[in-house]
């Protein structure tokens, strides 16, 4: 166990055990992160040389290239990595709180609650020649709305002497269903350039990030991380189940609330700028469980830089490989996550 | 659960049996075109080549029999995924049914301009095969062959491998859009009877060979390891399962497209009302599937017409209130 070692500050009130091995390896994620970061401000319409790149990150090059990167790229590549970053770090707390390796923030329906209230903005606030009546800056906080209201409403939905599990995340299966099948309503009974603005929108997509959501995003997102990392050991009680969790002293209802509440608020914010993005949330807490084990201390900073790392490779994919065409960032997200996960499934074999 | 003896279990099945035909007997009735019974009785025994028969030969009945036995099966292999993957959110579509079905449709369309219903029938089956023989050889191998959690996060990764492969096509091929975007909400409208017909064999051959397993999935559901110390061959009772499901969840989404919520939701409704032993798990859970789908089929008639809403979006209008109600009344564990 010596790779283990023990970090206590402030009068042994906070303490935390740091899996030596599994930090390094969650180093090298940050530096990939990082690479990433800065191959995905090259590559576009224009190539920009990495080396300019960073020049202009600290405030040098060309007015041309810095109006690329500063304006177009840069905030799109933010969203895409705090978004990435948000959905996988929920989808590991709703995977741990709720014990099934299929739960996320899909399947809760969360997400599902943000698309239909992107559609049903869509669809009210359009005037008769299919115009927006109010200015487009609006659709996340109709995205946000709708995330957050279908959270509570499920867990109202799911409370009867406190949540268990199971049913928290059947009644979320309902209520996503039910809210899918209102989506595709509006979406058949509207006319069709609003579906394939809201199709957009349900893949998921950056495409339509400005530096104004970057400093919305960013801030919400990194409190709410902040606040995750400090009660991850609650998570790692958690995953004992119910009765062992209360035993320990550990208040599984508040506790229980409190994780359904920091996820939805993670999912909400990126889902309002980046769209209903999907599969991150599902499997890159999946993929760092196989990279660095199932302690929750490792596996959030784990996960989150994998969904930080496959919403912005998805995002270059998007603009680069069909270029005129964009596609959308969820359309690539499991395309290179999938094959990669699939392999860890075949080469390690979980002991 | 609400039936506990062996009488009102089977009072309870008999009168699922009834339910059933009654919604038969109403999904070819109402509609559009409205008829009456006798219209429909005649349509068979007198058959005068009139607008009502030719209407209810040609598209109501082929409709009718088509949502039973697309209920049924979907029900069917819901129950046997959530016991194969131990999981309560498993369906069909976690062995990568709907989604390889989906790829291979729009795959065929984007790149053979293959259209029709009958086509996609059988390209959709053979996409279905393809990806859950893909998700069962991926976890079949290593140490942890075939455990449930292997068997769910392979299947969840390949539907999503899919799916994403079926968006990127879509996205890149924007004419092929509309076109497909119908297939893809799922619906029994529009079927001509061969399509059943010439898939029908499968379906009931799924069927027999489900009510055949039960016996065995009820030890399945006691675990891997008990299940092995009672002597159960788990590698091969885990490959007939899967042979089931594609048999059944293939032949459903060839039919109908991919129609989700009723392998899921259909199996704990059955579950709640009839208790966890498979032998009578299974049909119930097929009645409910087949009663919920022909009613969402026909409700789907009438929401918008003379339009048509796709069915799958009117199985969870009509099942979600219900399923929450149950899942508030307390479950039996899965």
Redesign the interface.
């Known amino acids: 166990m010596n790779h283990f070692k023990t970090i206590r500050l402030l009068k042994d009130r906070l303490s935390f055990l740091l899996d030596i091995k599994a930090y390094k390896k969650i180093i090298l994620l940050v530096f990939l992160t990082i690479a990433i970061f800065i191959f995905s401000a090259s590559v576009g319409d224009s190539y920009i040389n990495p080396l300019n790149v960073l020049q202009i990150l600290f405030g040098g090059g060309n007015d041309f290239d810095q109006l690329v990167v500063i304006d177009f790229r840069l905030p799109r590549i933010f969203i895409a990595a705090f978004a990435g970053m948000a959905l996988a770090v929920a989808g590991a707390i709703l995977q741990g709180m709720i014990k099934?390796?299929?739960?996320s923030p899909d399947?809760i329906g969360i997400s599902a609650g943000g698309g239909a209230a992107v559609v049903a903005f869509l669809a009210i606030f359009s005037d008769s020649n299919h115009s927006l009546t109010v200015s487009i800056q609006w659709l996340p906080v109709a995205g946000f709305i709708g995330a957050t209201s279908i959270g509570f409403l499920v867990y109202i939905?799911?409370w009867?002497d406190g949540i268990t599990p199971?049913?928290l995340?059947?009644?979320g299966?309902?209520?996503s269903?039910?809210m899918?099948?209102m989506t595709?309503?509006l979406m058949?009974?509207g006319p069709?350039y609003k579906a394939?603005e809201a199709n957009m929108w349900i893949?998921g997509s950056v495409s339509g990030a400005n530096w104004d959501q970057v400093k919305m995003l960013i801030p919400w997102t990194i409190l709410l991380l902040l606040i995750t990392f400090f009660i991850t050991r609650h998570l790692n009680v958690q995953e004992f189940g119910d009765d062992t969790a209360s035993s320990l002293g550990h208040s599984v209802q508040k506790m229980r609330f409190l994780l359904l509440l920091l996820s939805t608020a993670l999912v909400a914010g990126a889902i309002a700028f980046a769209g209903a993005i999907?599969?991150v949330g599902?499997?890159a807490p999946?993929i760092a469980r196989r990279l660095v084990g199932s302690s929750f201390g490792v596996l959030i900073p784990t996960a989150a830089t994998i969904g930080a790392l496959l919403v912005m490779i998805a995002d270059v994919i998007g603009r680069t490989a069909?270029s005129p065409?964009e596609?959308?960032a969820?359309?690539?997200?499991?395309?290179i996550?999938?094959?990669y996960?699939?392999y860890l499934?075949?080469r390690n074999?979980?002991k | 659960m609400i039936f506990n003896n062996t009488i009102s279990k089977t009072l309870a099945l008999l009168i699922s049996v009834i339910i059933l035909i009654l919604c038969i007997g109403i999904s070819i009735v109402y509609g559009y075109a409205d008829t009456s019974i006798e219209t429909a009785l005649h349509a068979f025994t007198q058959f005068d080549h009139s607008n009502e028969h030719i209407i209810i030969r040609n598209l109501r009945v082929p409709r009718a029999l088509i949502a039973a036995s697309v209920g049924a099966s979907l029900a069917i292999t819901g129950v046997l995924m959530q016991t194969l993957t131990k999981?309560?959110?498993?369906s069909p579509g976690?062995l990568g049914i709907n989604a390889g079905a989906g790829f291979a449709v729009v795959f065929s369309m984007v790149f053979f301009k293959i259209s029709g219903l009958q086509s996609f029938a059988w390209i959709a089956f053979l996409g279905a095969t393809i990806a859950a023989i893909a998700v069962l050889g991926?976890?079949s191998?290593?140490?942890?062959a075939m455990t449930p959690?292997?068997i769910?996060?392979?299947g969840?990764?390949?539907s999503?491998?899919f799916?994403?492969?079926t968006?990127?096509l879509l996205?890149?091929n924007?004419a092929e859009?509309?076109q497909v975007l119908f297939w893809l909400?799922g619906s029994v409208q529009g079927r001509k009877l061969e399509i059943l017909t010439s898939v029908f064999p499968y379906l009931a051959l799924g069927w027999i060979a489900a009510l055949f397993i039960s016996p065995k999935m009820n030890v399945l559901a006691l675990g891997d390891d008990i299940a092995k110390g009672l002597g159960l061959n788990l590698g091969f009772i885990k490959v007939i399962v899967g042979i089931i499901v594609i048999l059944l969840a293939g032949g459903s989404v060839a039919v109908a497209g991919p129609i989700?919520?009723i392998g899921?939701?259909i199996p704990?409704i059955a579950r709640k009302c009839i208790g966890n032993d498979h032998k009578w798990l299974i049909p119930m859970a097929a009645l409910l599937g087949s009663i919920l789908l022909l009613i969402a089929d026909v409700a789907a008639r009438y929401i918008?017409m003379p339009?048509e809403?796709?069915v799958?979006?009117?199985t969870?209008?009509i099942?979600?209130p219900f399923?929450?109600y149950i899942?508030?009344k307390?479950?039996k564990?899965a």
Do not use: C
């Not at chain 2, 191998?141 to 942890?144: A, C, F, I, L």
């Open positions: 099934n390796p299929l739960a399947i939905f799911a009867k199971i049913r995340v059947l009644i299966i309902g209520v269903a039910f899918q099948a595709t309503m058949l009974l069709i394939t893949t999907g599969f599902l499997m999946h069909f065409l596609v959308p969820g359309v690539f997200t499991a395309a996550g999938a094959p996960f699939i499934l075949f074999p979980k | 999981n309560p959110l498993a976690i991926i976890s191998s290593g140490r942890d959690i292997k769910t996060l392979a969840a990764a390949m999503a491998l799916s994403s492969f968006q990127g996205a890149t924007e859009l509309d909400a989700g919520f899921i939701v704990h918008i339009q809403v796709p799958g979006v009117m969870a209008f099942g979600t399923f929450i899942a508030r307390g479950f564990k």
